[in-house]
């Protein structure tokens, strides 16, 4: 399970993942927390006994992305996202720079995520989907972050690439800005392989409870 943290204040992104490091092993450093804080709210992560998913959704030159995602790999994030909107080129820039810089730190390798279509996206024709995955695949992308309803034509088209799922919720539970919730159980069901929480838990007046709620008879 992954912990998005949302949040400006890496304070606040701690406490929440010292309260709920019981239900989750993978802390998502996104735009917000990486903006505020940089590279120490990878290295708290780390320090909090976390792997680090990096969530800044690279999009840029190719020897740019390829450069940041070095120093990515190299201060020990274990995923990093990129926009399979920017290209081949760019994502296999992306790609080889990741795992160089974890090499070049002695660390082990780490997991480079291709991100298809936003979920705000809503005017992205159905086709997009499969022809990002089939780029974000062919440059070496070892994961792609989709809906849980994508997931089905993935597990078809790429049934080796880690499938990474965000928008999880308890049944019947606010979905605040996610049209396409789903709860733990069904995600895991249609293939995921790694699940993102966020708001479900980090707005919940106890993280830890919700947590437990949430996950409750999930294998
Ligand atoms: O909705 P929740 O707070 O669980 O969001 C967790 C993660 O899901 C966010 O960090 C973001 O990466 C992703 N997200 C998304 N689509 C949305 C809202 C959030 O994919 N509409």
Known sequence: MALALDVDDLVEANRLAQQLRPWFGVAKVGLELFTAAGPDAIGAMI????EVFLDIKLHDIPTTVGKSANVAGALGASYLTMHAH?????LRAGVDGFLEGARNAGLPEPTALAITVLTSDEEAPAHIVPNRLRVA?????????CA???L?????????TMRVVPGIRAAGAERHDQPKAVTPTEALQAGANLLVVGRAVTLADDPAAAAAALFAGVE
């Open 152 to 160: 089905k034509d993935i597990r078809e088209m790429a049934p080796r």
């Open 137 to 145: 695949v062919e440059a070496g992308c070892g994961g792609i972050v």
């Open 148 to 150: 849980a309803a994508d």
């Open 47 to 50: 320090d909090a006994g976390y």
């Open 86 to 90: 920017g290209g081949a080129t760019m």
